[in-house]
């Protein structure tokens, strides 16, 4: 025989078909689990006190007639949608909500009033216990506890850091307290992004749920409108008081301007444009002068040049003189002579000589008389430059009357241009201001009413149908957690897939035997009654599975074992042996349970002669041997009360006893003690040529797993499982008809 097989602790796959027949399994308990979720749900809604909600609703930023007229001049005295947020926080301040308190009277009610409600009992020694252990271990941790004195009314003390820190309290003054239980319970929210504003109560109080809204609609309302009297108030002194400074300001513009006009009327204010034609008309002079003075300046430095370079002689060509004319006229003549006189007499003759000394001295008058032009053309130099000198002069100083000029007609004109736009503002604010008194009595709040808080006709919390199902689902949820957690830890046996597994061999089931009427189940009797009946059906199974597994010729030991008692291994032997006489097979059953024997019980026949008076040679064989009377089958029975079971069933007359057995008998149906604790069954294992393996359905895996092993150390030649006491509904009938 293979030894046993093991969980290979991997994890449970659950498929969907898996997860219906936990359900299936387990529906009782979810539905159990479900009403008791449902009841315990029941029984806290009754319990829990209703709590109503009421809704009204605002519309923020409405414009009006004041709003458009200042709208412009001093913008934050309208409200716009950025500010929603503002005004929120306003409606849930201290300062409403006090008012508030006061209109509705609610210090004499005790949702809001502590000193109202009823004294609490007084904490239990074991709370008390507690809160002296935590105090302790604040104080273990340096954490500060809380000064009873601190919270104490602002006029026993003078400090002027505790009258600051209650500045809050002192201001909201008998109201505090109930300000801030209203403000738990108080919603005020934006409605999207509109400009709708939503003021929310929930309150145990319906008529409270809807009043505490109205009355803060009404309060903010008011208070809006003095918030913007107020407002007016300070904008129209504000405005009285500018309007003065105005005033006094464009007077002093006014009086500058004329001043001014006044003090420059000798210089005049209409000569601009004279002095324009002025300037430009000595503008071109001096560009004509510096043109001829440059001219000049030229041609006396290509003189200069000249004269440098190559004398004053040749320099006589960039004058026009008749005298060097005439003067080079000659030259040229006694030049014209020299050479003729030079041709025909020579250089020594008195004749040229003194024809020489005249050409030289008129190149000296011409050289003189070119000196002397060349310094009258300085002198033409020098007064185009004086005159060019005079003229800028002339420039410059009507220039300078011209910027004086301009600079007191932009004087005048910034003085007018700043008495108009004086003028202009100052109409402006007087304007705004006459239409701001005429307007006052107009004014109105920047919010409007959509619509006030209605008494709600029922409650929004508990909801007892939402909180009864929720309950029910809840404990459904709860009861299919269970019955998978049941399902995933149970370690029963309950299928043959499971059994199979363990034992890798045959696996054959027999159903549970029905009650009959108010007696209790009786295998025995139930298959007399019902020889159809599905336990009868699974003994069939069971003998044909054997008499297909015996050998040929010859008998063959059946040995019935389990792990532990209260399997049906001994109802089972019996019913197997009436089975096999009832078809006529030659078989006898053997009680070898020498601690617990039930055989002759069960069966209606005497407790002696048995096994162990033929073991011990006091009876033959024949004697001890006797037939059941329902199917006249064999049978030998035993008794307790031995010392040493084991050591009998182990000794050689048993072993010749069997032997004996199977000479006479076809099958040899042995009842055994259960495997564990004991080690009574080994013998008659070991000497079976087939083992029925009883595990009864639900028992724990383990404790088979444990009998398996013992099993596979006894090595028997063939192995049948049998599932016992399976549920009935689970299987099928064999009926024909």
Same mark, same amino acid.
């Given at each position: 025989?293979?030894?046993?097989?093991?969980?290979?602790?991997?994890?449970?796959?659950?498929?969907?078909?898996?997860?219906?027949?936990?359900?299936?399994?387990?529906?009782?308990?979810?539905?159990?689990?479900?009403?008791?979720?449902?009841?315990?749900?029941?029984?806290?809604?009754?319990?829990?006190?209703?709590?109503?909600?009421?809704?009204?609703?605002?519309?923020?930023?409405?414009?009006?007639?004041?709003?458009?007229?200042?709208?412009?001049?001093?913008?934050?005295?309208?409200?716009?949608?950025?500010?929603?947020?503002?005004?929120?926080?306003?409606?849930?301040?201290? /300062?409403?909500?006090s008012k508030v308190s006061e209109r509705l009277n609610l210090e004499t009610r005790p949702e809001f009033n502590v000193a109202l409600r009823p004294p609490e009992p007084e904490p239990s020694l074991l709370a008390r216990l507690g809160d002296a252990a935590v105090d302790a271990l604040k104080r273990s941790l340096g954490v500060a506890l809380p000064d009873p004195d601190a919270a104490g009314p602002a006029g026993e003390t003078t400090d002027p850091v505790q009258l600051a820190a209650r500045a809050g309290r002192v201001q909201l003054g008998t109201?505090?307290?109930?300000?801030?239980?209203?403000?738990?319970?108080?919603?005020?929210?934006?409605?999207?992004?509109? +400009?709708?504003?939503?003021?929310?109560?929930?309150?145990? @109080?319906?008529?409270?749920?809807?009043?505490?809204?109205?009355?803060? $609609?009404?309060? %903010?309302?008011? @208070?809006?409108?003095?918030?913007?009297?107020?407002?007016?108030?300070?904008?129209?002194?504000?405005?009285?008081?500018?309007?003065?400074?105005?005033?006094?300001?464009?007077?002093?513009?006014?009086?500058?301007?004329?001043?001014?006009?006044?003090?420059?009327?000798?210089?005049?204010?209409?000569?601009?444009?004279?002095? +324009?034609?002025?300037?430009?008309?000595?503008?071109?002079?001096?560009?004509?002068? +510096?043109?001829?003075?440059?001219?000049?300046?030229?041609?006396?430095?290509?003189?200069?040049?000249?004269?440098?370079?190559?004398?004053?002689?040749?320099?006589?060509?960039?004058?026009?003189?008749?005298?060097?004319?005439?003067?080079?006229?000659?030259?040229?003549?006694?030049?014209?002579?020299?050479?003729?006189?030079?041709?025909?007499?020579?250089?020594?003759?008195?004749?040229?000589?003194?024809?020489?000394?005249?050409?030289?001295?008129?190149?000296?008058?011409?050289?003189?008389?070119?000196?002397?032009?060349?310094?009258?053309?300085?002198?033409?130099?020098?007064?185009?430059?004086? #005159?060019?000198?005079?003229?800028?002069?002339?420039?410059?100083?009507?220039?300078?009357?011209?910027?004086?000029?301009?600079?007191?007609?932009?004087?005048?004109?910034?003085?007018? #241009?700043?008495?108009?736009?004086?003028?202009?503002?100052?109409?402006?604010?007087?304007?705004?201001?006459?239409?701001? +008194?005429?307007?006052? =009595?107009?004014?109105?709040?920047?919010?409007?009413?959509?619509? %006030?808080?209605?008494?709600?006709?029922?409650?929004?919390?508990?909801?007892?149908?939402?909180?009864?199902?929720?309950?029910?689902?809840?404990? $459904?949820?709860?009861? &299919?957690?269970?019955?998978?957690?049941?399902?995933?830890?149970?370690?029963?046996?309950?299928?043959?897939?499971?059994?199979?597994?363990?034992?890798?061999?045959? $696996?054959l089931v027999q159903p549970k035997a029905r009650r009959f009427v108010f007696q209790p189940a009786n295998p025995l009797n139930h298959v007399l009654r019902q020889p159809l009946g599905p336990l009868s059906e699974s003994i069939r199974s069971l003998r044909s599975q054997l008499l297909m597994g015996l050998p040929k010729g010859g008998g063959a030991i059946v040995t019935l074992a389990s792990s532990e008692s209260d399997c049906g291994k001994t109802t089972t032997s019996i019913l197997l042996a009436r089975s096999l006489s009832q078809m006529g097979?030659?078989?006898?059953?053997?009680?070898?349970?020498?601690?617990?024997?039930?055989?002759?019980?069960?069966?209606?026949?005497?407790?002696?002669?048995? !096994?162990?008076?033929?073991?011990?040679?006091?009876?033959?064989? @024949?004697?001890?041997?006797?037939?059941?009377?329902?199917? #006249?089958?064999?049978?030998?029975?035993?008794?307790?009360?031995?010392?040493?079971?084991?050591?009998?069933?182990?000794?050689?007359?048993?072993? =010749?006893?069997?032997?004996? !057995?199977?000479?006479? %008998?076809?099958?040899?149906?042995?009842?055994?003690?259960?495997?564990?604790?004991?080690?009574?069954?080994?013998?008659?294992? /070991?000497?079976? @040529?087939?083992?029925?393996?009883?595990? #009864?359905?639900?028992?724990?895996?383990?404790?088979?797993?444990?009998?398996?092993?013992?099993?596979?150390?006894?090595?028997?030649?063939?192995?049948?499982?049998?599932?016992? &006491?399976?549920?009935?509904?689970?299987?099928?009938? %064999?009926?024909?008809?």
């Open positions: 025989m293979e030894p046993p097989l093991k969980s290979d602790g991997r994890e449970t796959v659950l498929d969907f078909s898996s997860i219906f027949k936990i359900l299936r399994k387990g529906w009782w308990i979810i539905a159990v689990t479900g009403v008791v979720g449902a009841m315990i749900a029941a029984v806290i809604v009754l319990e829990i006190e209703p709590t109503y909600s009421a809704r009204a609703q605002i519309l923020m930023g409405q414009s009006n007639r004041v709003d458009s007229v200042l709208g412009t001049l001093i913008p934050d005295l309208k409200i716009d949608d950025d500010a929603i947020a503002g005004e929120i926080a306003i409606i849930r301040s201290g /300062r409403v909500l109201q505090a307290d109930f300000v801030g239980e209203m403000m738990g319970d108080l919603s005020v929210r934006q409605v999207g992004s509109t +400009s709708l504003v939503d003021i929310q109560f929930v309150s145990t @109080d319906r008529f409270l749920a809807s009043a505490i809204p109205n009355a803060v $609609v009404d309060v %903010y309302m008011d @208070d809006q409108l003095d918030r913007k009297f107020e407002g007016l108030r300070r904008v129209t002194t504000g405005l009285q008081s500018r309007i003065s400074e105005m005033r006094e300001k464009l007077e002093a513009s006014e009086r500058s301007m004329i001043d001014y006009r006044t003090g420059n009327l000798a210089a005049g204010f209409g000569g601009s444009r004279l002095l +324009s034609e002025q300037i430009g008309d000595l503008s071109r002079r001096v560009n004509d002068a +510096s043109a001829e003075l440059a001219e000049l300046q030229s041609d006396l430095s290509g003189i200069d040049a000249l004269i440098r370079r190559e004398g004053a002689i040749a320099a006589t060509g960039l004058f026009q003189s008749d005298l060097l004319d005439g003067l080079q006229g000659e030259v040229v003549s006694l030049r014209q002579r020299r050479d003729l006189l030079l041709e025909r007499f020579g250089a020594d003759t008195a004749q040229t000589v003194e024809t020489i000394a005249a050409i030289e001295r008129l190149e000296g008058t011409i050289a003189d008389e070119a000196g002397r032009l060349r310094n009258e053309q300085a002198q033409r130099v020098d007064l185009a430059a004086a #005159r060019v000198v005079v003229l800028r002069g002339e420039l410059q100083v009507l220039e300078s009357r011209a910027i004086e000029q301009a600079g007191r007609e932009v004087r005048l004109t910034q003085l007018e #241009r700043d008495y108009q736009a004086q003028q202009a503002v100052y109409n402006t604010f007087l304007d705004k201001f006459t239409e701001t +008194s005429e307007s006052v =009595d107009l004014q109105e709040g920047d919010s409007q009413v959509i619509f %006030y808080a209605d008494v709600p006709p029922s409650a929004i919390a508990p909801r007892k149908s939402l909180s009864v199902a929720l309950g029910g689902i809840g404990g $459904v949820f709860a009861g &299919m957690g269970i019955v998978f957690l049941l399902a995933l830890t149970d370690t029963a046996l309950r299928s043959t897939t499971q059994l199979m597994a363990l034992t890798g061999g045959t $696996v097979v030659n078989c006898i059953l053997v009680e070898s349970d020498l601690r617990r024997p039930s055989l002759a019980r069960l069966m209606n026949i005497a407790p002696t002669p048995d !096994l162990i008076d033929v073991l011990t040679g006091r009876l033959p064989l @024949d004697e001890a041997i006797r037939q059941d009377p329902e199917s #006249r089958a064999d049978v030998l029975t035993a008794r307790s009360g031995l010392g040493d079971p084991a050591g009998l069933l182990l000794s050689e007359p048993m072993g =010749d006893l069997l032997g004996e !057995l199977k000479q006479r %008998y076809r099958v040899v149906i042995v009842d055994t003690v259960p495997l564990t604790p004991v080690s009574d069954s080994s013998p008659m294992i /070991r000497a079976a @040529d087939q083992v029925v393996f009883m595990v #009864r359905c639900g028992m724990d895996s383990r404790t088979v797993e444990a009998a398996l092993e013992t099993l596979a150390k006894l090595d028997p030649p063939q192995m049948v499982s049998v599932l016992s &006491m399976s549920p009935q509904g689970a299987q099928s009938k %064999y009926e024909y008809g």
